[in-house]
DNA sequence: TATTGTTATACTCTATAACTATA
DNA sequence: TATAGTTATAGAGTATAACAATA
């Protein structure tokens, strides 16, 4: 049940996360940017340097359409940063996964990711602490 | 000056974030189709519904260039929600200003982005306060 | 038959550059 | 000459539907 009045403090929490989402997705494609990725390319790297995946699979996790991975993946290999292996275990499964040069590039990206990190320093140990505690109950 | 090795809490608070801005995102989405919008049509028809605004403020305010706001503006047009009004001031000005619909469909949208609403009711109010405390800190 | 990945298609958002009408 | 908005163009992400290969 959505209309419930909001006291204002949930109100300017709410603003407040607001710009927090702006303030990340700035930075983040910044960060793509600075390494000539987009967004969209730069998030599947990323999920691609934890572990290969199906396509079908890196569609699940960005919650998209199969059809659009084919062409995200296809520009990542056209740079070298990614490559399609088959899967031993069942021949219609194409995985995805980093290049050597890939893998580099993902971990620049995490690198040059500083969101919140610098913001987090002015925060004393206990207030990071409150801030993750709430958070986790938020999302819980 | 990027990379200070980051202790636990504070990789943990990012990943946080990074769900927040996840989940904010999704919900977005969700909530401007359910109007048949998309994402940025329904940013700069909430823009509208504060006030109308120059082409180019929009352009501004969204972080694009100033040719794509023509194009999100004419469907917003089209539909019926947003009118281009002569600047009285400049004529080479054109306001992009919400219709009694546009302002209907703005409200109804605000009500349907319940993010952070429904899940912050489950603190209470002295963990809100200091949730809105750290987010401006961290803002600032 | 069902599933995986791809192709084909169409729409939206995006940036760049050139154009127009004002200022 | 500078600025506001538009148009033209091209690339990228997105969804839908249809397809080939494999299960």
Redesign the interface.
């Known amino acids: 049940m959505?209309?419930?009045r909001?006291?204002p403090?949930?109100v300017?929490?709410?603003e407040?996360?607001?710009?927090?989402?702006a303030?990340?997705?700035?930075e983040y494609e910044d960060a793509a940017a600075s390494h000539q990725l987009t967004g969209a390319q730069a998030r599947v790297l990323t999920l691609l340097s934890l572990e290969p995946l199906p396509m079908r699979r890196i569609a699940q996790k960005l919650?998209c359409e199969p059809s659009n991975v084919t062409g995200i993946v296809d520009r990542l290999e056209t740079r070298g940063l990614v490559e399609r292996r088959p899967d031993p275990a069942d021949r219609r499964v194409k995985l995805a996964a980093p290049t050597d040069e890939g893998l580099q590039t993902a971990e620049r990206l995490r690198?040059?990711l500083?969101?919140?990190?610098e913001?987090?320093?002015?925060?004393s140990?206990e207030?990071?602490?409150?801030?993750?505690d709430?958070?986790?109950?938020?999302?819980?």
Chains 1, 2 share one sequence.
């Not at 407040?16 to 989402?21: F, N």
């Not at 500083?114 to 990190?117: G, V």
């Not at 709430?134 to 819980?140: N, S």
């Open positions: 959505p209309s419930r909001a006291d403090v949930t300017e929490v709410v407040l996360i607001g710009d927090v989402v303030r990340y997705h700035t919650r690198e040059s500083d969101f919140a990190r913001p987090l320093a002015g925060l140990d207030e990071r602490t409150a801030l993750r709430l958070l986790r109950r938020m999302l819980a």
